[in-house]
């Protein structure tokens, strides 16, 4: 309607979507209508019976419907010969598939697509090493079993998913549809995997539509079958589809049998779910085919008791399945600068081989003269008398052996448990946030949905959020509130239309019906209705309800009540404006009850009366309006016309009504300041010789081949002019729940909310007033310019501005506090569309960027889906902070595969948006838990978790390293081999997991009271360089402790390297779970299972593997643990490792406590009611120097 979809260079746009035949993201607002026409009846008039009505679709959504169909670009399909259909093309059957695998691809497609992390490659590198007899250093079984187990758990973990696709796949493939047999000429059973090409089918009412098919004839005799494309699309509102006229006289089946000579020639097969090009040939007679006459599979029959048509797309060529990819895939920023440290610890694995292998060069070097008889450097061989070669290759490859050894025997500095463990993390933290009930929306019975599971921690960095405004932050449920009339305004004193005793109803025999929805009625318009309509006012005001009634596609359908003699009518239609509309003029006495292709029936105050619709123009994006075309019962035909004011006026008779005029733009302005979204309403009278000149028009450029889009525009524009203005409406699409309340916390939380919208300015100003986005303390920056040279002007006055504000900024720090911008001036800016239209893609996008960033919200209207995308990569290219979009239309899809993170709201309007995003849900307001609790638990718990696996491998390499050190450098351990594999996967991994996925350092009170909290992930307090260089300081102490204590105690007797691998193993794993212990927020039961209990399993393993004979060290464990100083090395240790780690925590938090240990302490001593007068004081971290 007027509120959404100025688009701006569309022509641009539609060209290049065209050749992609990709869906065109949409407004949800707009939409785009074809004309209709019909054939002359008897007496000069129209036959309504052969009027066709192209489906209320949205205008983008149809550009790629509006291209010439060439012969090249085109298939041909014979009407009930599938055998005859287009030779040049082998066409696919009705089966479909949407698993990944097959029995024969699965391994190695899934081994392909598993290695295609880098880490994984190095792990198969250090396997493929360790086979080789120079350099085995570990068992070739051992070697390869932690690879071996990641790679099992994620194919195990796929073979699941996809056997359940499979398992859909059959049931779908062996649904049973009914298929004409073209020798017996009657509709058999058949499964949907057998369906053909050009095979007539028979569909019932509440039956499902086995593929995408031309419609041929319906039950209606007009033509009309209604369907619902909920499994399509989520849009749940009935859209009437048409059968051509020259094919319902005979439709297919016993009585009369397939045109052999018929054929469509349509498009090529594309995702366009919204758009279809084609012809039919039939009787010789060439008829065109659209939208209108195409159903898709997926969708569902209602209302129409069955349905004839021919299949022209199958299987995998059906729109369904062409649009069956998902969300695109993106990774985590977290992860992503994960490869920092992984280098970084690589350079560390390089430099310990390095150290190893050069010294051991240099004691090969000065034992040179010892090596023949050496345990491990044997130069020769006198085992069977013979003087030969043994065990040496000299010392060049020695040493060269040597850092291929010890990258094998260090190889877990780089933990490969570690990927595996962020799997399980992420889906253990999206199974409690979609099992969080406060993120459940009872109004629309839907859960959280986690679509994507590998970003869970970016939720808790966002530093920018880009919204959509209708139907993401208001209820997109349109309520008609007023309306100016011939200049006049109705909005005063409404009532409510249940509390009104003249409320208008129908008599129908012995029933009554009534709208299913009130709306609030003017008394005073009612008067004027009822009482004064010979008057010019009261003539213009029936005018005006009638246009309204007229003007749309709405589909009436009677409901039954609990009151039998009761029922209700229900407007159905794709647009929550046009039933807003249409609910109106029923209030006041104007109720449409009934609605043909060719005709539709409206009770004007108590008065039956019908109006055969001739023609219909729909709305599209040149336009920005629609049209029908009527005659009424006295054979007057009039042209309905409603549309943005902007592309209105300019068609209205300006001479005649100026007055008017000028007092309705005083109107429309008011309502657009009340936030009211608005609509102009005018008509004309046409002559018998103007109509009779539109239909040839119109039926020319209809059976066109070529340019039938623009031929059709052409012929819209040229019918709507000098128009009278008949008035405007007024529509409210109230705030969702909660709206001012989340974006005030998420302004406190450091987040910058931005709205993007294609409402005029003035509605969207009033609506950022009322959801508190925009306050009277900012300082307003408004940019509408229609020129290049314009906005480099606007642009260089607010940079100017800008530092003028900066140089009275009493505290650069403020916005930690209260949320405002940089400047400690709070500021917004507000640009409409066509200014981005000169700004984006040029010089002066970087001025942009440093206005926008200067302000504290900025508000863009009048925007195209594309240029909110735009908007998104302007800050996502120039800076590191976290984008998150969220929109609930598919006008939306693109900001939100843009944005680091997408959000869909199941909305109004489809579930366009959630299928594209990263979560869903159902209000707006539920993004504060979602980031303030979930995000900065997400983050907290992943970044720790990230952190210790490295210290924890880190601790265990440096001991390994530390004991080559005492072994002449042969890369000889005293840890078993078995143990080494078994410490990443059961000695010390479920504690992490347990604790990313239950650990919370903070309450969900506290979190959500001080909003402040969450820029700690915005300003990566918890992971970056400083504590990554702190970690493996402290990893390096503990090895050192854990090493040389034991080391120091038994280096005179005659304990074995066995007792004291034991040892070590025991020692690491206590200290590193104990570590984990000391930094645990919130304990739960099996908190305590999983880090006690893998200390118990750690020593039950022990125990198990030195119980083998065959294996080194038998018995070794046994030796060591009977002794007093075992026990004592074990204490010492942890007191020892401990130490330094627990002294620079307390001290830590003692002396420079963070603002959210303050708040912990806060929580733990339960402190929050009597400190509910105290605020916070947020400390002013900068962003630190990664």
């Known amino acids: 309607m007027a509120g959404e979809g100025l688009t701006i260079s569309r022509e641009e746009e539609e060209e290049e979507e065209e050749r992609s035949l990709a869906p065109l993201p949409s407004s949800g607002r707009h939409h785009r209508r074809k004309s209709s026409a019909s054939a002359a009846s008897r007496d000069g008039f129209p036959n309504p019976a052969h009027v066709r009505h192209l489906s209320r679709t949205e205008t983008e959504r149809l550009a790629g419907s509006q291209r010439e169909l060439a012969e090249s670009n085109s298939r041909i399909v014979f009407i009930g010969d599938p055998g005859g259909s287009d030779p ?9 598939r949407t698993a990944k695998y097959s029995p024969i691809t699965f391994l190695p497609r899934n081994l392909f697509e598993q290695f ?89 009412a509440n039956e499902s539509i086995p593929c995408d098919m031309v419609l041929l004839a319906t039950s209606d005799p007009t033509g009309v079958a209604y369907i619902q494309t909920i499994n399509l699309d989520g849009e749940s509102n009935l859209k009437t589809r048409y059968a051509k006229q020259e094919t319902m006289s005979r439709p297919p089946g016993e009585d009369h049998p397939v045109d052999s000579a018929g054929f469509i020639r349509c498009e090529h097969p594309n995702r366009n779910i919204y758009g279809f090009l084609g012809n039919m040939e039939v009787d010789r007679k060439r008829v065109s085919l659209g939208p209108a006459n195409i159903i898709l599979r997926g969708c569902e029959l209602k209302n129409t008791a069955w349905v004839i048509g021919v299949a022209v797309y199958t299987g995998s060529e059906t729109k369904v399945m062409l649009n069956g990819s998902g969300a695109p895939s993106k990774r985590s920023r977290l992860e992503t600068r994960m490869n920092r440290e992984t280098l970084l610890l690589s350079a560390i694995l390089i430099a310990l081989c390095s150290v190893v292998a050069i010294c051991n060069g240099i004691w090969l070097g000065n034992h040179s003269d010892g090596l023949d008889l050496a345990q491990f450097f044997r130069k020769r061989d006198y085992s069977d008398g013979d003087d030969k070669k043994y065990n ?55 859960r959280f949905q986690c679509r994507a599971l590998n970003i869970n921690e970016d939720l808790g960095q966002i530093k920018y959020v880009f919204s959509d405004k209708t139907g993401t932050l208001t209820e997109n449920k349109m309520e008609f509130q007023c309306a100016s009339i011939r200049g006049v305004d109705y909005s005063g004193g409404r009532i409510s239309f249940r509390e009104n005793s003249e409320a208008h109803y129908i008599l129908a025999g012995n029933q009554i019906l009534k709208p299913k929805m009130s709306v609030k009625t003017d008394p005073e318009l009612v008067r004027l209705l009822k009482n004064k309509g010979d008057t010019e006012q009261g003539k213009r005001a029936r005018e005006f309800f009638l246009a309204l009634a007229c003007c749309n596609t709405i589909v009436p359908l009677v409901v039954d009540t609990a009151d039998p003699k009761q029922k209700l009518i229900d407007y159905q239609g794709e647009s929550p404006d046009e039933q807003a509309l249409a609910y109106a003029a029923a209030s006041y006495g104007f109720v449409l009850i009934e609605r043909t292709s060719g005709h539709i029936i409206i009770d004007v105050l108590g008065n039956r009366q019908r109006y055969d619709v001739l023609g219909l123009h729909e709305f599209d994006s040149d336009r920005k309006r629609m049209s029908v075309i009527v005659c009424g019962p006295d054979k007057t035909i009039n042209l309905f016309v409603k549309g943005a004011d902007n592309s209105m006026f300019g068609i209205i008779q300006n001479k005649v009504d100026l007055s008017m005029i000028d007092a309705t733009k005083a109107d429309l302005q008011a309502y657009s300041s009340l936030g009211l979204r608005t609509l102009v309403v005018g008509m004309r009278e046409l002559s018998r010789k103007e109509y009779e000149e539109w239909q040839s028009a119109y039926e020319n450029a209809n059976t066109s081949l070529m340019g039938r889009a623009k031929l059709l525009r052409a012929i819209a524009s040229n019918v709507e002019r000098e128009l009278h203005i008949l008035g405007a409406s007024g529509i409210e699409d109230k705030l969702q729940e909660g709206v001012p309340e989340a974006i005030e916390s998420m302004r406190q939380a450091g987040i910058k909310v931005w709205v993007l919208t294609g409402d005029k300015q003035e509605t969207a100003i009033s609506i950022g007033f009322s959801c508190k986005l925009l306050t009277n303390e900012m300082t307003q920056i408004v940019i509408n310019s229609s020129s290049e040279e314009s906005c480099r002007k606007s642009l260089q006055d607010a940079v100017a501005m800008n530092r003028k504000f900066a140089a009275i900024s009493p505290d650069p720090f403020e916005n930690t506090l209260t949320g405002t911008g940089s400047n400690g001036v709070p500021m917004a800016l507000i640009i409409d569309g066509i200014s981005l239209v000169y700004i984006l893609k040029t010089k002066l996008e970087e001025e942009l960027f440093k206005v926008a960033t200067a302000c504290d919200v900025v508000l863009c209207c009048r925007v195209a889906p594309l240029q909110k995308a735009g908007i998104v990569s302007l800050i996502k290219s120039r800076t590191d902070d976290m984008t998150l979009a969220i929109g609930d239309g598919a006008n939306d899809v693109s900001m939100i595969q843009t944005a680091d993170v997408g959000i869909g709201i199941s909305g109004q309007e489809g579930r366009q948006a959630v299928m594209a995003s990263d979560f869903a849900m159902g209000q707006f307001r539920f993004l504060v838990p979602l980031l303030l609790v979930h995000g900065h638990w997400n983050y907290q718990r992943m970044t720790y978790m990230i952190l210790y696996n490295f210290y924890r491998n880190a601790v265990f390499v440096f001991i390994l390293f530390w004991y080559v050190l005492y072994t002449a450098y042969t890369l000889t351990t005293a840890i078993t081999e078995w143990s080494t594999v078994l410490y990443s996967i059961v000695y010390t991994a479920l504690p992490t997991i347990v604790v990313g996925i239950l650990d919370k350092d903070l309450s969900r009170k506290t979190l959500m009271k001080y909003p402040q909290l969450y820029s700690s992930g915005q300003r990566d307090e918890r992971y970056n360089l400083k504590l990554f260089t702190l970690t493996m300081m402290d990893a390096v102490w503990q090895s050192v402790a854990t090493f040389y204590i034991p080391y120091l105690a038994y280096r005179h007797s005659t304990v074995d390297g066995s007792s004291l691998g034991d040892l070590w193993t025991l020692a690491v794993v206590i200290l590193v779970n104990i570590h984990l212990a000391t930094d645990v927020f919130r304990w739960y039961w099996i908190t305590h299972v999983a880090v006690w209990g893998c200390i118990v399993a750690t020593l039950i393993c022990v125990i198990i593997i030195d119980c083998i004979w065959t294996l080194p060290g038998y018995w070794a464990i046994f030796k060591i643990m009977g002794t007093g100083l ?12 401990m130490l330094p780690h627990f002294s620079v925590k307390v001290l830590k938090e003692y002396l420079m406590p963070s603002d959210i240990q303050i708040a912990r302490e806060m929580d733990k001593f339960r402190r929050t009611n009597a400190a509910t007068t105290l605020e916070i004081q947020m400390n002013r971290f900068s962003t630190p120097q990664l």
């Open 116 to 204: 295609r992390r880098l880490s994984y490659i190095y792990f198969l590198a250090i396997v493929v090493l360790n086979q080789l007899p120079q350099l085995a250093v570990f068992g070739r079984g051992a070697s390869a079993l932690p690879l071996a187990f990641v790679l099992l758990v994620t194919a195990v973990k796929d073979a699941y998913e996809d056997w359940r696709r499979h398992r859909s796949d059959r049931i779908e493939n062996n649904r049973a549809a009914s298929v004409l047999d073209p020798q017996s000429v009657r509709f058999l059973s058949k499964r949907w995997k057998e369906i053909r090409v050009g095979e007539v089918l028979k569909v019932l």
């Open 1126 to 1137: 075992f026990w004592l090395c074990l204490l010492g240790i942890i007191v020892a490792g």
């Open 392 to 446: 040496y290759s000299g010392i060049g490859m020695q040493v060269f052996f040597a850092f291929l050894m010890s990258v094998i025997v260090f190889q877990i500095m780089i933990p490969i448990s570690l990927y595996i463990s962020m799997e399980l993390v992420r889906l253990g933290q999206a199974y409690f946030m979609v099992r969080d009930a406060n993120l459940y929306d009872e109004s629309s019975n839907s």
């Open 88 to 96: 040049r093309f082998e066409l696919p059957r009705n089966s479909i």
